[in-house]
């Protein structure tokens, strides 16, 4: 049971211009937190679109659980692959449960009438909020929350669709700490329930101290990939980011990034 | 966002179809509704009374300022949420000065317009010409906003056509393009608004057929392409849709403004952002609502005499301020 790419190819522009991601193998399994890093332009939102299937390659495919995406109708990919991009910016105003409940209607609940707000639609709304812990903000104003608060919500609508895996595009942007932690260790309980999620960060340092498996993307095709300790060493910082990085140890023994 | 959305549609029925009932037989002349409605029904047009002549005359205008109002505010709802903008119009694409064009040029030069024969045809043309120009110039375009952008151009490359037909024009026709361009309800006889119906009937179906994919597009269009909504494909329909509402609209009554605007911006506090209801809810205020607006213009009384205003002047009067408003206030 998986979420694969393979020889993933994609090109932005011409044929002719480089390509984002050239040959990519990336496997996500259900049940497993993955983080993928790199330096800004490495290719990892257009990997993590690719696996939602928003992005068509030039060469190479994505595959769930060994069936093409793109044979699979879209309501059904929708079903079992939840996307959160980087930015959601509204137009309209929502109150928490009616977003929450735009994902519930993707597996089917709410009815025409009801706005998913009544019966198993609303069951599903209270129960993906109670999951990141935000089931008391479910009658305030989306735009009213803090930006927390508005990242958790988000994953609860997405949650809402049931999905099998979550796909998540740099959902720590603009947390403070403590909310980066909180939402990873969110992150890292749903995969533990079986769910295979993975997301895109920018900050190596709670990707070794949350992800079952850490990708580093470097020049359009995978560099490493494996458990985050045993994965981060400095020549892996090195090819990244240059000499401008260190690796210290955490006193539990992780490995830690700091500036030089 | 009401928790009673059956209640909300009874409220609205309720007071759509009291206005479209009742407004005949209100104005200038009221009318006894009883004695009035039984002559009329008879048929018998040789038995008429004044009152009934009158509500012969009337009728027709309401239904035409009630499907108008209805078309138009479903028409402004669509655009809002395709283009991901409040304040959008039926009118920002470029639909009413294009569709404008399209009659000027029928009603000025006749022998020109050769085949169109009748302006409002002529104004669907250019209204419709005018959607598509936008839509392939957008999907040229890198810009987010291309589409709006391309919009307001049409809407200005229009409005200076149009002001060379009026240059170019024989000055005694300029009162009768200048009527058109005050947006009018006064029609004789049920044709005009029958004939307007199936415009109105494709554009209708079309949206309502894809409210769910609305829905998740108004939210986020990159969320909703991942729930599986083909999000170019629907902007494209869905764009078209509405401006075939507001088209058809233009091309019988000319620009009627800030319906379209006005409505969906009082009912989405109520409806939420759940298609299914907010259209249906749109329809039924705004058919309300014009043939409320339409009321007072005919019945206005300007100099001590009964003007008997087009329509357009007046929910331009009562909009304009109110989109003002709506711009300062919003977040």
């Known amino acids: 049971m998986s979420l694969s790419t393979h020889s993933l190819s994609v090109t932005f522009g011409t044929a002719s211009d480089p390509p984002v991601l050239d040959g990519v193998d990336f496997e996500l399994e259900a049940g497993r937190f993955d983080m993928i890093v790199g330096a800004n332009g490495a290719g990892k939102s257009t990997l993590l679109r690719s696996m939602a299937g928003l992005l068509i390659p030039q060469r190479g495919k994505v595959s769930l659980d060994g069936r093409d995406l793109r044979q699979l109708p879209l309501a059904e990919r929708a079903r079992h692959i939840g996307f959160l991009p980087q930015e959601v910016s509204p137009a309209f105003t929502y109150s928490v449960a009616e977003a929450v409940a735009l994902g519930a209607r993707v597996a089917g609940l709410g009815h025409w009438f009801d706005h998913g707000l009544a019966g198993a639609a609303a069951r599903a709304v209270d129960q993906a909020l109670d999951q990141v812990d935000a089931l008391a903000l479910r009658d305030r104003r989306l735009d009213e929350l803090s930006g927390g608060e508005r990242r958790r919500v988000l994953i609860a609508s997405v949650l809402a669709q049931q999905p099998r895996y979550l796909l998540l595009d740099e959902p720590a942007a603009m947390l403070d700490l403590q909310h980066q932690s909180e939402l990873f260790g969110l992150l890292h309980h749903l995969a533990g329930e079986g769910l295979g999620v993975c997301c895109v960060t920018h900050d190596w340092n709670l990707a070794v101290g949350f992800a079952d498996r850490l990708t580093v993307l470097h020049q359009s095709n995978i560099l490493a990939s494996g458990p985050p300790a045993e994965l981060l060493t400095a020549e892996i910082l090195n090819a990244v980011f240059g000499d401008h990085f260190a690796l210290l140890q955490h006193p539990d023994g992780r490995p830690v990034v700091v500036p030089k | ?331």
Not at chain 2, 117 to 142: D, G, K, Q
Not at chain 2, 239 to 247: Q, Y
């Open chain 2, 1 to 331: 966002m009401t928790p009673r959305p059956r209640l909300l549609l009874l409220w609205l029925t309720a007071f759509s179809l009291g206005c479209g009932f009742l407004a005949p037989f209100l104005g200038t002349e009221p009318i006894a509704i009883g004695t009035a409605t039984l002559e009329w029904l008879s048929g018998d047009r040789s038995s008429w009374s004044t009152d009934t002549r009158i509500l012969d005359l009337r009728l027709p205008r309401v239904l035409l300022a009630w499907l108008s109002g209805g078309a138009l505010a479903v028409a402004g709802a669509a655009m809002q949420t395709l283009l991901r903008n409040s304040l959008a119009t039926p009118y920002t694409l470029g639909v009413s000065t294009a569709g404008t064009f399209g009659a000027f040029l029928c009603l000025a030069f006749p022998s020109v317009a050769g085949l169109l024969i009748l302006p409002r045809f002529a104004a669907l043309l250019f209204a419709l010409a005018a959607t598509f120009l936008v839509l392939s110039v957008a999907r040229r375009s890198h810009r987010s906003d291309g589409i709006i952008l391309a919009g307001v151009t049409l809407n200005f490359l229009f409005g200076a056509a149009l002001m060379m037909v009026r240059y170019l024009a024989d000055p005694y026709k300029l009162a009768v393009l200048d009527r058109w361009l005050m947006g009018s309800l006064d029609v004789v006889g049920f044709d005009t608004p029958l004939s307007l119906l199936p415009w109105l009937a494709i554009g209708l179906v079309l949206l309502m057929r894809r409210t769910d994919a609305l829905d998740q597009f108004a939210f986020d269009p990159e969320m909703a392409a991942a729930r599986g909504i083909q999000a170019k494909t629907i902007r494209r329909d869905g764009l078209l849709a509405a401006s075939l509402l507001a088209a058809a609209v233009v091309a019988y009554t000319g620009p009627i403004g800030f319906i379209g605007l006005l409505v969906p911006h009082a009912l989405r506090g109520y409806t939420g952002m759940r298609h299914a209801l907010l259209l249906p809810a749109c329809w039924l205020a705004g058919s309300g609502f014009l043939v409320i607006a339409d009321l007072c213009a005919r019945s206005l009384e300007i100099g001590g005499r009964h003007s008997e205003m087009p329509v357009g002047i007046l929910t331009a009067l009562v909009g304009g301020p109110f989109f003002l408003w709506v711009l300062m206030r919003e977040r």
